[in-house]
């Protein structure tokens, strides 16, 4: 049933290939999206192309708006701006993912070792419950699940299993090629009931034989746990989302500056030669293996994945700007940072920003690496991002409310 590595690009060339192949499609994806069969061909699995910017979703918006009326394809371009609302609700909101990564190894330190051991094996595919085991499987084979399925499971986990749900998200996070802090901690608190207080999402048998392919529920072993009327929402600590504040005030170019330049890639956004950066004159490029999560806390699959786009990130930039472009594969970045300002003798290194996550955790890091060196690092923000995370302050219906017209008129400012 497992879906291969291949069915997810991990260059751009290929991501660009699959998009144009699913427009022609994309009508049909709001009838068609929810269902969960093997190859999952009803939805574009283009997820982690746009989870590292491989292609943008302004991009992605724009060639399914270019070829059909904007009815046609309302979902479709709503599940792409769903992990844009995501990352401007998290970015308004930083403490919650602060909060997250503390409290996952607080657990791993606290929680009984009989919980931990149950923990392990319903990660592993071992909980009893057939369905959920081979969604299990799927995702520690392939780094990928159908978001239905991703659903069903969390709820499995925080609902049926009663585990803690940081740590049923920091298990996605290690395993999913597309995994995104904001779209997938969110989601997990939203699945548990704490991003929407009063609302859960519960795993429902009828909801699983309504919309899985026959085959993933051939064996109905442990189906009796998601009867409709046995599975009740955890009882989890009623708290509200903290207030939005304020969005840090970026430039949307680069200053003109004499200065010899560092591109610093990373894999929040692979694509340096489309947008702001473009007019960039650098005179090294850099991607660095250890920035963000190590090796050591992913999957294989998510560890070939992460691997195989900071390597077509090289070439594209390479090529696009005309200078030596590589990975930096030691495990200290802070050290490897260092190395290659000194080496390339930079006054200065500009980056398109990262979002709320592992790659701006180590912001500080680099900022003190580089002030030590007198070089400034500068970060630029996407006119997409700029425009798009101060809506995110409320709900998700607000904010589509007030871009859906926009994109219906496919408003310049929003593709530029």
């Not at 998290?90 to 602060?98: D, K, M, S, T």
């Not at 970045?333 to 300002?341: D, L, M, Q």
């Amino acid at each position: 049933m497992f879906s291969t590595a291949a069915a997810f690009p991990a260059t751009r060339t290929a991501a660009l290939a699959r998009l144009a192949a699913f427009v022609p499609a994309a009508p049909r994806y709001g009838a068609e999206r929810n269902r969960v069969a093997p190859g999952h061909n009803a939805v574009s699995r283009l997820s982690p192309a746009i989870r590292h910017r491989l292609i943008l979703e302004a991009e992605a918006a724009a060639a399914l708006l270019g070829a059909h009326a904007f009815p046609a394809v309302e979902k479709c371009v709503q599940e792409i701006v769903w992990r844009t609302y995501w990352k401007g609700w998290l970015e308004l909101r930083p403490q919650v993912w602060a909060d997250f990564k503390s409290a996952v190894p607080a657990l791993r330190a606290s929680l009984p070792a009989a919980t931990l051991a149950r923990a392990d094996a319903v990660a592993a595919g071992r909980s009893g419950v057939a369905a959920m085991d081979a969604f299990a499987r799927e995702l520690a084979a392939t780094g990928y699940l159908h978001n239905h399925a991703r659903m069903w499971w969390a709820s499995f986990w925080i609902h049926v299993e009663r585990l803690p749900w940081e740590l049923g998200a920091d298990h996605f996070r290690r395993h999913l090629l597309d995994a995104d802090p904001a779209a997938n901690t969110l989601s997990w608190r939203w699945v548990a009931g704490l991003q929407t207080p009063g609302k859960t999402y519960l795993v429902r048998r009828s909801n699983l034989a309504a919309w899985c392919d026959p085959a993933l529920l051939a064996d109905p072993a442990g189906l009796d746990r998601l009867d409709d009327p046995v599975v009740s929402a955890a009882p989890l600590p009623a708290t509200r989302p903290p207030a939005a504040g304020p969005l840090a005030d970026l430039p949307a170019t680069p200053p003109a500056a004499p200065a010899r330049t560092g591109l610093w890639l990373h894999e929040d956004d692979l694509l340096p030669e489309l947008g702001p950066l473009s007019d960039l004159r650098p005179a090294s490029i850099a991607a660095f293996a250890a920035a963000g999560e190590t090796d050591a806390e992913l999957s294989p699959p998510r560890r070939a994945h992460l691997a195989a786009v900071r390597a077509d990130a090289c070439a594209r930039a390479a090529a696009a700007f005309g200078c030596a472009a590589a990975v930096d594969p030691a495990p200290d970045f802070a050290a490897a940072f260092g190395a290659w300002i000194e080496s390339a003798g930079l006054q200065r290194i500009v980056a398109l920003a990262p979002a709320v996550g592992p790659v701006a955790d180590l912001l500080p890091v680099a900022r003190t690496v580089a002030a030590a060196r007198g070089v400034e690092l500068v970060l630029v923000r996407r006119a997409w991002d700029r425009l798009l995370w101060p809506l995110a302050r409320a709900g998700f219906f607000p904010f589509w409310e007030n871009l859906r017209p926009r994109l219906a008129a496919r408003e310049a400012a929003l593709f530029s």
